[in-house]
C-alpha cells in the first residue's frame, strides 16, 4: 500500500513540475515582451525629445527673424532702397512661415509638433505594456516559488495558488499586448 502512495506523491510532483515548467515559460516570454516594450519606450521617448529640440530651434530661429523684420521695419532705409528692404522682409516672412509649416518635408513647426505627440503616444503606450508584462512576469515567478514549495511540503494549496497566480499572470500579459488602458489601476 505503501507502493501505491508513493505513486500518487510522485505523480503529483510531474504535474507540478510541468506546471513549474509552463510557468517559467511563460515568465520568459512576458520578461521578453516586457524588453521589447522598454525598447520601444525608450526609442519614442527619444524621437520625440529630438522633435521637440528640432521644434524649438525653429522657434527660435523664427523668433529671431520675426524681431530682425520688426527692426527693419522700424529703421529707415539705408541709402533710401525701399524695395531692397520690402523685398527682404517679404522674403522673411516666407522664411518664417514655411518654419511655421511645411508639409512637404514634414519639418515645420505645426508637423514636428504633432510628429512629436505621436512619438510621445508610442512611448506612453509601450509603458504600459511594459508595467502590465512586468506585472506578469512577478505573478509568474511567485507562482513558481508557490509551486516549487508544494513539492517540498506536499502542501497542495500551494500549487493551486501557483497554478492561479500563473493564469493571472496569462491574463495581465494579454492585457498588456491587446488592451493596455483597460485596467485603470494599472495607470
Known sequence: ??????????????????????????????????????????GANVEASNQWAYFQARTIRATVL?????????????????AAVKAKREDWARTVARWESEPATGEGRKELAAKAKASEMRRDLALERYHHFELASAAFQVGIVLASAEVITGIVALAFAGG?????????????QFAPHTLPFLH
Open 66 to 82: 520675426k524681431t530682425a523684420d520688426e527692426a527693419l521695419a522700424l529703421a529707415p532705409p539705408a541709402g533710401g532702397d525701399d
Open 1 to 42: 500500500m505503501s507502493g501505491g502512495g508513493h505513486g500518487a506523491i510522485e505523480g503529483s510532483n510531474k504535474r507540478v513540475a510541468l506546471m513549474i515548467s509552463v510557468l517559467a515559460l511563460f515568465l520568459a516570454g512576458a520578461e521578453t515582451l516586457a524588453k521589447s516594450a522598454q525598447t520601444e519606450a525608450l
Open 164 to 176: 492561479f497566480l500563473g493564469v493571472a499572470g496569462l491574463a495581465l500579459a494579454a492585457f498588456g
